[in-house]
Nanobody, 121 residues
Framework: VQLVESGGGLVQPGGSLRLSCTAS????????MSWYRQTPGKERVLVAS????????NYADSVKGRFTISRDNVKNTVYLQMSSLKPEDTAVYYCNALSGTYGSPYYRNYWGQGTQVTVSS
């Protein structure tokens, strides 16, 4: 199982970036996909998620209206389009794949290695 993120980097405030996460080793279309972010000394927090069955999305209040999550089940890839970036968006962004209910034998929870996003002038 692999989740490989790409697209991070340095961007000026107000700029845009698109993160990609390409999956392999599992049936991507059956998994709920999410993006999390983490800054030094703080917990990893949910940024956005997209449900496998309905395609419905959910966003943290801090990114609503600026970030868009999407998925391509043919390419086994989930994207995070980030616009109007702010310095407080600086973090390591992680891709997550989730299936099943915690504690059940079908529960699966996979993480990527993370990609750094730095918003600075």
């Amino acid at each position: 199982v692999q989740l490989v993120e790409s697209g991070g980097g340095l961007v000026q405030p107000g700029g845009s970036l698109r993160l990609s996460c390409t999956a392999s080793g599992f049936t991507f279309s059956r998994y709920d996909m999410s993006w999390y972010r983490q800054t030094p000394g703080k917990e990893r927090v949910l940024v956005a998620s997209i449900i496998s069955t309905s395609g419905s999305t959910n966003y943290a209040d801090s990114v609503k209206g600026r970030f868009t999550i999407s998925r391509d089940n043919v390419k086994n890839t989930v994207y995070l389009q980030m616009s109007s970036l702010k310095p407080e968006d600086t973090a390591v962004y992680y891709c997550n794949a989730l299936s099943g209910t915690y504690g059940s034998p079908y529960y699966r929870n996979y993480w990527g290695q993370g990609t750094q996003v730095t918003v600075s002038s």
